[in-house]
């Protein structure tokens, strides 16, 4: 007789995954292999933008220190790497976006603690006197938030950002009354993402009743602000951790 399978906290649940197109694959397996179903609503479209102006190019040649926002930041700009210099410092906010790096054979010397601005901001690096009068490029998308470079501004850094890609909503059609009713939980990566998820869906109705895992505090007030009643807060975005989220919830729920 063969036995069955250990059944685990995700079996026979729905998780809607909000990641881009071509983003979601690795968090839907590890749902699917946690025993749910996973049903993908992107609500970010990802685009790159022209090649950098010679003026842009300058920049790159003259800075000592280039820092990756995430994983699509290198991914968008890794056609410039060749314009570094050699003694560059390369700084990372998070795993992932070491990891894309790693595989563009940049070595990272400073890494986030903690997956975020917040935290790489405390390290000793960029604390005065050391980040003083440093060339910083921050390599990121369109529209990104001004925390970095604003802090490391008034520490006397001089700052410019990079922008490679822009973020746009996608034209998804709001979820229907069925689909709604069949979801157990909803996965949002970021502030924007859970903003556009909001757009499209206008009255959200039965959706802010159903547990939606956040990457964030942040995040976690603004879908408080949205009226959100179970909020889950996951420690980041890596899809490992969103995960995690999602088990522990079950599990406890």
Do not use: W
């Amino acid at each position: 007789m063969t036995e069955e399978p250990p059944s685990t906290s995700l079996s026979d649940k729905t998780i809607l995954v909000t990641r881009p197109a071509g983003r979601e694959y690795n968090l839907c397996q590890l749902i699917e292999q946690a025993g749910a179903n996973c049903f993908h609503y992107p609500v970010i479209n990802i685009k790159a933008l022209p090649p950098l102006t010679q003026q842009q190019l300058n920049l790159v040649h003259q800075c000592d220190m280039v820092i990756f926002i995430s994983k699509t930041a290198v991914e968008h700009s890794s056609r410039y790497f060749s314009e570094l210099p050699g003694n560059v410092c390369v700084v990372s906010i998070g795993s992932k976006t070491s990891q894309a790096l790693h595989q563009q054979d940049l070595h990272v010397e400073i890494e986030a603690p903690e997956h975020n601005t917040e935290s790489l901001l405390k390290t000793h690096e960029f604390q005065q006197p050391q980040i003083q009068n440093r060339k910083v490029l921050i390599f990121r998308g369109v529209g990104g938030r001004a925390l970095l470079g604003d802090t490391l501004q008034s520490r006397g850094a001089r700052v410019h950002y990079i922008e490679t890609y822009t973020r746009e909503i996608t034209a998804q059609l709001p979820l229907s009354k069925q689909q709604i009713n069949s979801l157990d939980a909803i996965t949002i990566s970021s502030n924007e993402g859970l903003n556009n998820f909001v757009s499209l869906n206008g009255e959200l109705d039965k959706l802010t009743e159903i547990p939606i895992v956040l990457p964030s505090e942040r995040s976690m007030a603004f879908a408080k602000q949205y009226g959100f009643q179970n909020p889950v807060l996951a420690k980041n975005a890596t899809d490992e951790v969103m995960l995690e989220a999602l088990i522990n919830y079950f599990s406890n729920h």
